[in-house]
Structure formats: C-alpha cells, structure tokens
C-alpha cells in the first residue's frame, strides 16, 4: 500500500470509528485509544498477516447497511482451531454472530451468519490489516442493498489482564 493510500485509509479509519462512538459516553476511552493508535501508527512494507498474528480479541464499530446513522460496537474474538479462521462477534453486548474464513492477499476473507427473530442471516466480510492493531472491513448479507463498514482496534495484552511475551524475558 502505498504512504499516501496508507495515511488517507487511517484517517478514514479514526473518522467512522469517531462517527459511531463520539455519541456514546460509555465509549470515549476507546475513542482516546483509537486517537492515539491514529497518531502513532506506521506503515511497515513487511507486514502481512497470517493465521497466527491475527488471532486476538478486538473492540469493533460499524454502520449496518441501508440504514442511515445506523451504528453499533461490539467485539470481535478471531481464534485458529484445527487449522481453520473461526470467529465470533457479540454485538451491543447481546447479538452473537458466528463466522469462519480464510487470509487471502493479506485479507481476512469471513463467512458470518447468525439467528434474528427466528430467521438465519448469511453475509460476508472482508478485513484489511493496516496494522497488527488496525482493522478496516466491509461488509455485506443476503439482504442487504448496501455494504456496511466495520472497523476495529485489537486490544492489548495489558487490556485482556494477560502479560506482555516482554515480561517472560529478559536482557540478561
């Protein structure tokens, strides 16, 4: 990706994430840590994603398609169990979504569905790593006339209680 495409796709990035949380109260330390993730994050032409280094937990937002304002947050859970991308959603902590998928071009490439009001719900989405930490991703389902999009922060070691791999090591 090229610097310029690389900035403008970040910027773009902070931008949807501020339009879904900067009405939520209960969201503006997510927000502050998104901000910080914008002024600090850097292209590296080496980084490519893998079905390991994507694994983790991330905090996501997104805009739902055909509906204008629209938005929601949730999280993200991406794990490798036999050799297969499974993942799960909990959206406004109470909508579970189930997918499974593949990395393609440095793409997280993702079958979802999930159950409302007694209907299945089938859909795709498709997630681009900026950074290890930065996710951008589009998305669409059966019924919908548009793409939505969804963007996500992976969350830190430290914000799961978990150590960094740093600490086990040392200089010495």
Request: glycine share 6%; charged share 25%.
């Amino acid at each position: 990706m090229h610097s310029e495409t690389f900035e403008q796709t970040l910027r773009f990035w902070y931008k949807k994430s501020k339009q879904v949380l900067k009405h939520r109260p209960d969201k503006k330390k997510e927000l502050v840590k998104r901000l910080e993730l914008l002024e600090y994050a850097e292209q590296n032409p080496d980084f490519t994603i893998n079905m390991v280094n994507i694994c983790g937990l991330y905090e996501i937002v997104g805009g739902n398609p055909d509906l204008k304002k629209s938005y929601y947050t949730g999280t993200l859970k991406i794990d490798l169990i036999s050799n297969q991308i499974e993942v799960s959603w909990l959206i406004e902590g109470e909508q579970e979504q189930t997918g499974y998928g593949f990395v393609f071009n440095n793409i997280l490439v993702i079958h979802f569905s999930y159950t409302s009001d007694k209907q299945l719900y089938n859909g795709i989405v498709a997630y681009e790593f900026l950074t290890p930490e930065i996710v951008v991703g589009k998305w669409t389902e059966e019924i919908a006339v548009e793409n939505a999009f969804e963007m996500g922060r992976k969350l830190t070691p430290k914000e799961l209680g978990e150590p960094y791999p740093e600490d086990f090591f040392s200089a010495n």
